[in-house]
């Protein structure tokens, strides 16, 4: 605890420049501090930022007895834990500033759990430090991971809905065209064309209005995915390249597999019968 112009505060000392790996999940409005010696500035939480009515470029000042410390706001942090009322501070800073010099309370490291790490490395710690309190946070990520496994099989399963009814779509389109058009197919096949030409013809056809959907549909989609990452997560969602060459691929394939079926009917026109009306 520590002492402001306007109430006691809880003051948080950290490494600022490992910080950001270690939360990446902040909501901070302003900067994040990059440097571990910063002792001019700090963060603050966005509840404690609202109870002493600061915002970003205000000051904060520290006070015991006759001993002042300014601190300059540069961030303000949405954490949604108990962070969000507190005043994070330079580690030494916060040291110095309670008479703790070399002390602190706790300590977050990031490990890679690739094959399996976390638990030696927890272990290993144990044997070297028994009187502190280790503890692997495995039960949080292995939870995520398994959301996230389960929204990529969702999405995959409604990407392959998609894809379906897509070409059920374009199917059903085709073979309405092919049947309005039938004059067209029957007056082309008297004049000489074979079926490799209509079938050319269909193909060719098939392909542009497929390019042009796939456009539409790439800059469209982006739009939206920017308005849903805004309004749920508060942030922008980046444009990730093998997307658009795996979106047209799989694209004209649909409409290619689509396009069989009235193609096949579109060769078998027979001219006679069509161009009498029949």
Known sequence: MARTELEKVVLMGVWFDALRQLSPYWQV???????????????????LAERLHVKVGDNVTLIDGSERQRLRIKGIVEAGD???????????????WLQKEGTISNALLSVSN?????????????????DLEIRPILKVSA???QVLDKIKGLMGLVSAVILVLSSLCVNTTLMAIVGE?????????????????????????????????????????YLLAQVLGLTVFNASISLRA???????????????????????????VEPAKVLKGE
Not at 82 to 96: F, R
Not at 114 to 130: E, I, K, M, N
């Open 114 to 130: 690739d094959l399996g790490q976390v638990d030696r490395f927890a272990a290993s710690l144990q044997q070297q430090y028994p």
């Open 82 to 96: 108990a962070t969000d009322n507190m005043l994070i501070v330079n580690l030494e800073l916060a040291q110095k």
């Open 181 to 221: 058009r039938a004059k067209e197919f029957a007056l082309q096949k008297a004049l000489g064309a074979n079926g490799k030409d209509i079938v050319r013809q269909m193909l060719a056809e098939t392909g542009v209005i497929a390019l042009a959907a796939v456009v539409c549909g790439c800059l469209l989609g």
């Open 143 to 145: 939870s995520e991971g």
């Open 29 to 47: 409005t302003g900067d994040w501090i990059g440097v571990k010696f910063d002792d001019r500035n700090a963060m603050i939480g966005v509840k």
């Open 242 to 268: 093998p997307v658009l060459p795996l979106t047209l691929l799989l694209s004209l394939l649909v409409a290619a597999a689509a396009a069989v079926f009235p193609t096949r009917r579109a060769i078998h």
